[in-house]
C-alpha cells in the first residue's frame, strides 16, 4: 500500500507564509524544481506555464494540487508547501513532476491525496498548528486507513 508519509516528509514539506495561492504553488514548484538540471527546470516551467492553472486541481477543503510531465527523472518528485491557518486545518500546496514511467505511481499517490483531503477530519482542539503537526496527521493517517 501506498503511504502519503513515504512522499510527504520533513524534507518535501516546507511551512510558507500567508502568500497568495499562486505564489505558494510557484514557491512549491522551485523548491521541487531546484536539484534538476536547468534544461529539466525550463521545460517543467514552460509546461506549467502552456497550461496555466489547468494543472491545479482542489482536492477537499485543504488541498491545492499541480503537477506536470517531465522527462529525465527517474521517480515521482513532490514537494509541498503548508500554509497554516488559525480555525481549521489551513491549506497544502503539493507539486508533483511526474516521468512517463511513474504514472501509474502518480495515480495511487493522487487517490491515497484525495482520500486523506476528503476523508479523514484534522483538527485537534487547537488545530494544526504547523508542518510537525500536519506531518504527524499523515502518519496517522497512514497507520489507521491502510
Known sequence: ??????????????????????????????YVLAGLHPRQKSQAREQLRMSGAGTEVDIGEHVVLSHVRLEGIDGLLVGAGYRPAEAHLGTLFVFVAVPEVAAREYLRLLARLARWATEVRVQPASGVSGVHDLLAAVRSFDENWA
Open 1 to 30: 500500500m501506498l503511504k502519503l508519509s513515504d512522499y510527504l516528509r520533513p524534507e518535501t514539506v516546507f511551512e510558507l507564509g500567508q502568500v497568495a495561492r499562486t505564489d505558494a504553488l510557484t514557491e512549491v514548484v522551485e
